[in-house]
């Protein structure tokens, strides 16, 4: 997959930088992938989830933090549009 919006990701890194390594990882598995479908997607990362608004929500960090992406499976692209704490993540009416 291309990643996109890794600078999100370095920012909240610097941040929070008990994320950092997490969120490496994430980067690193997301990078590697060919998912062709959600299913797919899933069998990565067990507790990913569609948001109301159709983006996938990323638990990462043992659900510390969530990462929110578009995917598309067709281009094979991951647009990173937001990262949260767990806290953050609660207050927002996403």
């Known amino acids: 997959m ?10 909240f890194a610097q941040k929070h930088p008990a994320s950092r390594r997490p969120l490496q990882r994430f980067l690193e598995i997301a ?5 062709p479908h959600f299913p797919a997607l899933r069998q990565s990362f067990a507790a ?21 992406a578009t995917v598309s499976f067709e281009k094979q692209i991951v ?3 937001r990262v949260l704490t767990h806290q953050e993540y609660s207050r927002e009416n996403l």
């Open 2 to 11: 291309r990643v996109l919006g890794e600078a999100l990701v370095a920012r």
């Open 31 to 35: 990078r590697a992938a060919g998912w």
């Open 48 to 68: 990913a989830d569609y948001s109301a608004g159709g983006k996938i929500i990323f638990d990462i960090g043992g659900n510390k933090y969530r990462l929110l």
């Open 79 to 81: 647009l990173i549009e």
